[in-house]
């Protein structure tokens, strides 16, 4: 059985970062540095991990702004989905799985957001970044936005997983700082069911 380190960062702002290891390998990803490279790169030596990968969920600065301090601290790979405004060195989109020791990460494509929005499907937990927060979800009214790809991400993808799944978002924006796909189906009320141009109407809304 895998024992995985796990870890939500909050350190300045609302953005959450995370660090992802598999204990007995040392093996490490950190997922959206955003600007929280002072909490990260301590926690990792005192760790003693071997940073991998450094995963975006999407290019915005305040998921990507510490992407240089952490690969110069680690030497971890920059990944981001392919059509990602980043300096990566790997290039993902659906489908794609990373290894991490015996951990499996699984890139599930989410553009709504923006176009290379990603989510990442760890072990039982759904990282979601700026796709879907605990009670809300991503604006689509910035460039790149899209409420009929959101609307897809959601009902073809992100709703077709099983309840039991942990969903811990890029923001802390909601009640709590991580949910699961079940609670925010019956709660969340932009995932209420609507049919495309329905949400396309409610994404206008202030």
Do not use: W
């Amino acid at each position: 059985m895998i024992k995985m380190f796990f870890k939500q960062i909050k350190y300045r702002g609302d953005n959450f970062s995370y660090i992802i290891a598999d204990e007995s390998s040392g093996e490490a990803v950190v997922v959206d540095p955003s600007f929280n490279a002072d909490a990260i790169i301590p926690l990792i030596k005192n760790q003693g991990f071997n940073v991998k990968y450094i995963v975006n969920t999407h290019h915005h600065r305040d998921h990507s702004a510490d992407n240089k301090t952490i690969k110069s601290g680690t030497g971890g790979k920059i990944v981001a989905h392919k059509l990602a405004k980043v300096n990566q060195d790997v290039e993902v989109d659906t489908g794609d799985t990373l290894r991490v020791g015996d951990i499996i990460i699984e890139v599930i494509h989410t553009p709504g957001h923006c176009p290379d929005s990603i989510c990442l499907l760890i072990d039982g937990k759904l990282l979601t970044g700026d796709t879907l927060f605990v009670g809300e979800c991503g604006r689509t009214d910035i460039p790149g936005g899209s409420p009929k790809a959101l609307y897809n991400s959601f009902f073809q993808k992100l709703m077709k997983l099983d309840d039991d799944i942990e969903v811990y978002p890029g923001h802390d924006y909601g009640p709590r700082p991580h949910s699961t796909i079940g609670e925010e189906r019956r709660t969340n009320y932009t995932l209420k069911k609507r049919t495309l141009s329905e949400f396309i109407e409610f994404m206008k809304e202030p």
